[in-house]
């Protein structure tokens, strides 16, 4: 199985500010067939699922505001969040769906300094 | 906006079979390509993905659960269903639902508010 690897575990970061994640895969996630790589990151608010933000390692879904990009190629990856809000505040996880199984980083606890 | 709802019992004893259901709204069952898997969250643990089924009855499961899966998809109740045999405390969970494009290698774009199973005596 492909082992994901988030940092950092946590992360508190001013309001405005821009915040940082990271994610290694264990191997390329890169998909020679359509030139992507099969990452995706989530947020989850307490209490809530998963909520999709980017997929293909830097496409963000519709909806989604302009200040979360993701970023990286082969195993290393990073989801910024520009310009910080309060409703930010969330575990971030990534996901590669590369190839079976489907594995999911351990996720990254966001807060507000 | 498609809509899942995971549904089940809550607790189940060790040893018995877990059963859970998955509740699409919103939206069709049976669109193209479109497949529903199941994920959980054990405590301190990282998500977890399960299984995934496609209306037309493909399936594939996480090896890890040697065999000990059924699922299953209704389309008169719009519901996908997992069955999990022999179960016992590390099955302990947060269960989720979610659709993705294809039965496997695909991200997944919908998911649903998940269902807390206990495996307790």
């Known amino acids: 199985d492909i082992v994901m690897t988030q940092s950092p575990e946590s992360l508190a970061v001013s309001l405005g500010e821009r915040a940082t994640i990271n994610c290694k895969s264990s191997q390329s996630i890169f998909y020679d067939f359509n030139g992507k790589n099969s990452l995706a990151w989530y947020q989850q608010k307490p209490g809530q699922p998963p909520k999709l933000l980017i997929s293909w390692a830097s496409t963000r879904e519709s909806g989604v505001p302009a200040r979360f990009s993701g970023s990286g190629s082969g195993t290393d990856f990073t989801l910024t969040i520009s310009n910080l809000q309060a409703e930010d505040v969330a575990v971030y996880y990534c996901h590669q769906y590369y190839s079976t199984p489907d594995t999911f980083g351990h996720g990254t606890k966001l807060e507000i300094k | 906006q498609l809509q899942l709802q995971a549904s089940g019992p809550g607790l189940v004893k060790p040893s018995e079979t877990l059963s859970l259901t998955c509740t699409v709204s919103?939206?069709?069952?049976?669109?193209?390509?479109?497949?529903w898997g199941w994920i959980r969250q054990a405590p301190g643990k990282d998500l977890e993905w399960i299984g995934s089924i496609c209306f037309r009855g493909s399936t594939y499961h996480n090896p890890s659960f040697k065999s000990r899966l059924t699922m299953s998809v209704d389309t008169s109740k719009k519901e996908v269903s997992l069955k999990m045999r022999s179960v016992t405390a590390a099955d302990t969970a947060v269960y989720y639902c979610?659709?993705?494009?294809?039965?496997?290698?695909?991200?997944?774009?919908?998911w649903g508010q998940g269902t807390l199973v206990t495996v307790s005596s």
């Open positions: 919103n939206g069709s069952i049976t669109s193209n390509n479109y497949c």
């Open positions: 979610a659709g993705r494009q294809e039965l496997l290698e695909y991200y997944f774009d919908s």
